[in-house]
């Protein structure tokens, strides 16, 4: 018992803290940025922050479950929860929902499933179990790079015929990242062979719709493209121009008003940029920064190379999920349904980023992973120190 509450209490609490002050950040943000909208629809103010409270209390449980399961459990269920996810990708292709011309949704009873969000964590226990069985294979180009690699492009392209190129693009660097990590011979030419598939891909869906190319045209020149898919960048730069250094105070954005839609999820950091300023930001942003500094130390420390490879992935689609928000809100990026981690209204994103913090404080709690048996390799485990 003595062990347990000492394993318990040695998880990352620095991780911990960091995560807890964005959710409560995010509950306020969503309750200013989105009161005018419910209002004028007839809701309560609080309608949209009740409903993600719900979602963030679910979030907790999920948090707490995937805390407390000894993270093993993923290193041994990792095929099969793979496959699944790999089939409710598939019919999102068939069945999905189609909101704002992509179909990223499962639908069921009322309540929607996004895949892609539970693939970040389904592929990388997957990718993170096979690199860590592999051994000195990893060294061998069809086995480290190639098989893996057909993987990524199956999953990444799945994902892109939603379209959700943010999403694919994080899925890609994530996974560049581990192949690096893990030891994989990342060749030139199969490295240009996948990307040329890829690019390949995003074009051939890209000019599949004209609507996707006037998306980009309105990122170039929102201005002039108000009423063609720019007002939203256009409304979004105004108003963290507006924020200035310390914001208009808490509850005073004009944007919101209307101007800025839907101003509670893909364009929520400018909200808090407008309220808050370039001091709000700021500190949103380095509570990101402990949020991966931790996640990075917990995978440095771990004691097998499954969970050094899946802390640093899980750390990793966090990291890339707020910088590819960020990004859109400044115009560094095409506008795109990107939700910003554990702040942005939404249910998939928040619960699964919820239960990937609960996944990287149980590795970093002593005692967890002994279950995991993994052969021993000169390469990774010299890469691992």
Request: with cysteine; net charge positive.
């Amino acid at each position: 018992m003595n062990n347990k509450m000492a394993s318990i209490m040695s998880l990352d609490k620095c991780l911990l803290g960091a995560v807890l002050i964005l959710l409560f950040i995010g509950l306020y943000v969503i309750y200013s940025g989105s009161s005018f909208d419910a209002a004028r629809k007839g809701l309560p103010t609080y309608y949209y922050a009740l409903k993600h409270f719900k979602f963030m209390l679910a979030g907790f449980v999920l948090m707490g479950i995937t805390t407390g399961l000894d993270h093993s459990l993923w290193y041994k269920l990792s095929r099969p929860i793979f496959y699944v996810v790999l089939l409710m990708l598939l019919a999102v292709i068939v069945y999905g929902s189609v909101t704002k011309g992509a179909a990223r949704w499962l639908s069921f009873s009322g309540y929607s499933l996004q895949p892609s969000e539970l693939m970040k964590v389904a592929l990388f226990a997957y990718l993170s179990r096979r690199f860590s069985e592999m051994g000195d294979d990893i060294a061998d180009i069809k086995k480290g790079l190639i098989a893996p690699g057909i993987i990524v492009i199956v999953v990444a392209t799945l994902i892109m015929l939603q379209p959700n190129f943010s999403m694919t693009l994080m899925m890609l660097a994530t996974s560049f990242a581990l192949f690096c990590v893990a030891g994989v011979r990342v060749k030139t030419r199969y490295l240009l062979g996948f990307l040329g598939v890829f690019v390949v891909g995003c074009v051939a869906v890209g000019l599949g719709a004209s609507y996707r190319l006037k998306r980009i045209e309105a990122w170039l020149h929102p201005e002039e493209h108000l009423n063609d898919g720019g007002y939203q960048l256009y409304s979004a730069l105004i108003s963290l121009g507006n924020g200035g250094l310390t914001g208009t105070g808490i509850g005073q954005g004009t944007q919101k008003l209307g101007f800025l839609p839907e101003a509670y999820k893909d364009v929520i950091f400018s909200v808090l940029g407008e309220e808050h300023g370039f001091v709000g930001t700021t500190i949103v942003l380095l509570l990101f920064g402990v949020v991966v500094w931790r996640g990075l130390v917990i995978a440095q420390n771990a004691q097998t190379r499954f969970s050094k490879y899946f802390a640093l992935c899980l750390t990793c689609t966090i990291a890339l999920n707020a910088i590819f928000h960020i990004c859109v809100n400044t115009g560094l990026m095409p506008t795109t349904g990107q939700p910003l981690p554990f702040i942005s209204f939404g249910g998939s994103n928040l619960i699964v980023s919820m239960a990937s913090v609960g996944i990287l404080l149980n590795i970093s709690r002593s005692g967890t992973g002994r279950n995991i048996v993994e052969p021993r390799s000169i390469i990774q485990d010299v890469r691992s120190m």
